[in-house]
Antibody, heavy 121, light 108 residues
Framework: EVQLLESGGGLVQPGGSLRLSCVAS????????MTWVRQAPGKGLEWVSV????????YYADSVKGRFTISRDNSNNTLFLQLSSLRAEDTALYYC??????????????WGQGTLVSVSS | DIQMTQSPSSLSASVGDKVTITCRAS??????LNWYQQKPGQAPKLLISGASRLERGVPSRFSGTGSGTDFTLTITRLQREDFATYYCQHNYRAPPWTFGQGTKVEIK
């Protein structure tokens, strides 16, 4: 069974940093691209970033480019999202999701339950 | 970037009704269109990919049609467990991939 477990969220002041993790199990992690999607409280879904299975291809939404960094550790089945220069508008539930293959297909059939990031002074 | 516009933003329906949700892309995305269902407190669930391909385990009362810029999600014979928010999302070419703003299906 595919499982994705996010952690690392919390309350942080504007301008601060956080590192989110997503531990995967139940599949060969390196064979799949992984993505982060966020959802502000009461709002819709926003794609944030994606990384290919090898880590060689990475993309970001314009809203986070230059502030967030996605990475992965295939030996430990873990996806990361480093959040820096955080703003109030980054407050959201952050989901990790698995793509259909190692390529960047943008089709997410497996999701974690999310980790909440709150940016406030 | 490609913009996705869903309509309506919300609707009220009764169990047994047929429900139609539309999604329009700001440019042609061929059939690179996915539909997700999200219930309160839960992660999204992929229902349909490639505009019309039903994911494994998704009931056949869900169907998707469309190509180019205009797409439709239809739920025939609405069931109680179908009350949720539905999102379209394009995966055309390289990112960024965008979602529609969502359509909340409520009980009448």
């Amino acid at each position: 069974e595919v499982q994705l477990l996010e952690s690392g969220g919390g309350l942080v002041q504007p301008g601060g940093s956080l590192r989110l993790s997503c531990v995967a199990s139940g599949f060969t992690f390196s064979n799949y691209a992984m993505t982060w999607v966020r959802q502000a409280p009461g709002k819709g879904l926003e794609w944030v970033s994606v990384i290919s299975g090898s880590g060689g291809s990475i993309y970001y939404a314009d809203s986070v480019k230059g502030r967030f960094t996605i990475s992965r550790d295939n030996s430990n089945n873990t996806l990361f999202l480093q959040l820096s220069s955080l703003r109030a508008e980054d407050t959201a539930l952050y989901y990790c999701a698995r793509d259909a293959t190692w390529e960047l297909l943008g089709r997410w059939g497996n999701w974690g339950q999310g980790t909440l990031v709150s940016v406030s002074s | 970037d490609i913009q996705m516009t869903q309509s309506p933003s919300s609707l009220s329906a009764s169990v047994g009704d047929k429900v139609t949700i539309t999604c329009r892309a700001s440019q042609s995305i061929i059939t690179y269109l996915n539909w997700y269902q999200q219930k309160p407190g839960q992660a999204p669930k992929l229902l349909i990919s490639g505009a019309s391909r039903l994911e494994r385990g998704v009931p056949s009362r869900f169907s998707g049609t469309g190509s180019g810029t205009d797409f439709t999600l239809t739920i025939t014979r609405l069931q109680r467990e179908d009350f949720a928010t539905y999102y379209c999302q394009h995966n055309y070419r390289a990112p960024p991939w965008t979602f529609g703003q969502g359509t909340k299906v409520e009980i009448k």
